[in-house]
């Protein structure tokens, strides 16, 4: 589980704050990079949508062509009477003379003029098509170059040449209202084919597309309910981790307040002188545990701090020197009593004052000297504390103890493991020691690794990041 | 302010010739078959008339169920003798040149009056100079003012634009079904046969 890591601050005698976690990502970068399945699926389904609306747009366009269509059986009837007049006019044109009359012929040379009246109506000039439009004219024309000739030949109706020529130009006219009348009938059945082709052939797609488009919105509904599920269970998994963490701290406080009390009081009464040798021993045994227990408390408090990011740092300018000479002289008592060697080496290259949190690094150090010296039975722990690679400073601690197998080197960081069983049962100890260590490490920007070899002994590096008292900026008005 | 009394007799006159321009509003609100055309002659032929001979051309001619004839069996009618039964204007859209027009002619109710058409005479079949054949129930032309138009916008409408006589349809006055409808302005009416 990943902590949030803070930098130090540079700033000395100033609490540095652990960085606030990252801010949300704003709404529309959740959404659309929330994943890239999702943004592909958008995409498709956004031209699948555009696609669909653009075929939807055609076949509107198609509906109103075939009102178009639809018009066609009346204004075709113009064309039909139109030729019946024509041929009708025609006929009296060719009875002989004898039957001439003129106004038979006028009103039958009327009528034919009422059919090309009947085509200029708005109705039927809005429901040809361009190419008949054209034609219409054309016809109008001839009408009327007809007109007068009809006037000609009514004046001298016995004129062979007048009649004969009136015949074939009105036979021809006829002609060409007839010829009219089956383009338009093939422009209206061509469209008509077209139209139903075309629909069907729309109206497949228009299903196919929607059928596909639906598929693909689900695809995308259900994807971002699951991303949004996992995400709300994330939430939940954190917000436990919180209350976890919450409660550790409250508890573990209520807990060391009546046991620094035990303490106190025992400590009074081995002070007092009146206990004879065995109550004596009975209540150093009361004070060893009680102490053990105070440190197992604060061991689960620190641990719970860091994860919950509230161990507050405090960064000073720390002088190297007479820092480890104090953790020299407190880890001697338990080298003497032990039988060990006990060497300590700062390295003549580290500045005399280091930037850090005096509080933190102690007790990583003095974690790993306890776990150094209590892992040993005979032989030496060492403490070195050195430069490292540019701008990092080292502290390593070796001991020739038990060391550790190599299978066992990943998880002794963790909470409460140690090697295995049989090390907590014959060493004691909570196994919270290397967590805290390791946690407090990275906290500031730093690391822990170990070495070892199994029966030979073990070396703890820990690694933080430099900064030298003369790099420091500017300090605050205090 | 003077008070005025609610019983005195000036007020009832007042309430009174309210209540009186209210109720003629409300009933000039539909259009009534008088109030829709101008009257522009008098009938001078009256029902009942005897109907003289034609003397100029015939551009009627009427069979059937008749109750008076002025030839064998049919009246045939001149434009004069149409004209005497008295016309009318009426302006109306021209659902065909879809424009304003004013059409005069006398009111087929009158013309039908003037025939003596039988009590129960049903439809008007009317054939037309190219024809066109259509049947209009006579109740279209008894309930609704039709006119027998044979003019339009003061011209009148010789056989090239549907003369002689076009029966014209109260459009602006009453809603109809035009795709019926349209089909009894029939135009360029040659005889009309009473069934």
Not at chain 1, 207 to 229: C, H, K, T
Not at chain 1, 381 to 392: I, W
Not at chain 1, 409 to 434: K, M, N, P, W
Not at chain 2, 70 to 81: E, F, G, V
Request: net charge neutral; charged share 20%; aromatic share 8%.
């Amino acid at each position: 589980m990943a902590t949030s890591e803070p930098t130090l601050n540079a700033a000395p005698g100033v609490d540095a704050p652990l960085a606030q976690p990252a801010p949300r990502p704003q709404f529309w970068r959740r959404l659309i990079f929330v994943s890239p399945q999702i943004t592909i699926l958008s995409v498709v389904a956004a031209v699948l949508l555009v696609a669909l609306i653009v075929l939807a747009g055609v076949v509107v366009a198609q509906m109103e062509a075939s009102a178009t269509v639809l018009t066609f059986n009346d204004t075709n009837r113009v064309f039909v009477q139109l030729q019946r007049e024509t041929l009708r006019l025609i006929a009296l044109v060719a009875q002989p003379i004898e039957s001439f009359k003129a106004q038979d012929i006028e009103v039958q040379s009327d009528l034919v003029e009422s059919r090309i009246g009947v085509m200029n109506f708005p109705d039927a000039q809005a429901s040809l098509p361009p190419q008949i439009q054209q034609r219409a004219q054309q016809l109008q024309t001839q009408w009327a170059a007809l007109k007068l000739e009809i006037e000609a030949w009514k004046a001298d109706p016995a004129s062979s040449t007048l009649r004969d020529t009136l015949r074939k130009d009105l036979t021809d006219f006829e002609f060409a209202a007839n010829d009219t009348e089956v383009n338009y009938t093939r422009i209206n059945t061509l469209a008509i084919t077209d139209f139903a082709q075309l629909n069907q052939k729309q109206l497949l797609s228009f299903a196919v597309g929607a059928v596909v488009l639906v598929l693909f919105m689900f695809v995308v509904a259900i994807s971002i309910y699951r991303v949004n599920q996992q995400r709300r269970e994330v939430e939940a998994v954190r917000e436990t981790n919180r209350l976890k963490d919450e409660f550790v701290a409250v508890v573990s406080h209520e807990l060391r307040t009546p046991l620094n009390a035990i303490i106190g009081f025992l400590g009074i009464m081995k002070m007092k002188g009146e206990l004879n040798e065995r109550d004596r021993h009975m209540v150093e045994r009361a004070q060893v545990n009680a102490t053990r227990l105070l440190s197992l408390i604060n061991d689960i408090l620190d641990i719970s701090k860091i994860e919950a990011g509230k161990f507050e740092f405090v960064v000073t300018a720390v002088p190297l020197r007479k820092l480890v000479a104090r953790w020299q002289s407190q880890m001697d008592v338990l080298a003497k009593q032990k039988g060990l060697d006990f060497q300590v080496h700062i390295d003549d290259g580290l500045p005399e004052s280091i930037y850090m949190d005096e509080e933190a690094v102690t007790k990583i150090s003095t974690n790993l000297l306890s776990n150094a010296f209590k892992f040993t039975e005979q032989g030496a722990v060492s403490l070195a504390v050195k430069p490292g690679n540019p701008d990092e400073w080292l502290i390593t601690v070796t001991d020739t103890g038990i060391g550790i197998p190599e299978d066992a080197r990943s998880h002794i960081f963790e909470s409460f493991r140690q090697v295995d069983g049989s090390t907590r049962r014959a060493y004691g100890g909570t196994g919270l020691g290397l967590s805290i260590v390791q946690r407090l490490c990275r906290a500031m920007g730093g690391d822990v690794q170990v070495e070892s070899t199994l029966g030979k002994g073990s070396t703890f590096t820990v690694r933080f990041p430099l900064k030298a008292s003369s790099q420091a900026p500017a300090m605050k008005a205090a | 302010m003077k008070r005025v009394h609610l019983h005195s007799s000036r007020v009832k006159v007042l309430m009174l010739s309210l209540l009186l321009v209210t109720v003629a509003a409300c009933g000039s609100s539909a259009p009534t078959i008088k109030t829709v055309y101008t009257e522009v002659t008098k009938a001078a032929l009256k029902p009942g008339d005897k109907i003289p001979a034609p003397s100029g051309d015939v551009i009627l001619t009427v069979t059937g169920k008749i109750g008076t004839t002025n030839t064998d069996k049919a009246i045939q009618m001149d434009l004069k003798m149409i004209e005497s039964a008295g016309l009318v204007d009426y302006k109306v859209k021209d659902p065909f040149e879809k424009k304003d027009t004013i059409f005069r002619g006398p009111l087929m109710s009158n013309l039908l009056d003037l025939w003596q058409v039988a009590k129960d005479a049903t439809k008007l079949h009317i054939v037309a100079l190219n024809d066109y054949v259509v049947d209009v129930p006579i109740t279209e032309v008894q309930k609704y003012p039709v006119i027998f138009a044979l003019q339009q916008d003061g011209q009148y409408m010789p056989i090239s634009t549907r003369g002689p006589a076009m029966l014209v349809f109260p459009y602006n006055d009453f809603t109809f079904n035009e795709t019926v409808y349209n089909d009894y302005w029939a135009w360029q009416i040659k005889s009309i046969d009473i069934q």
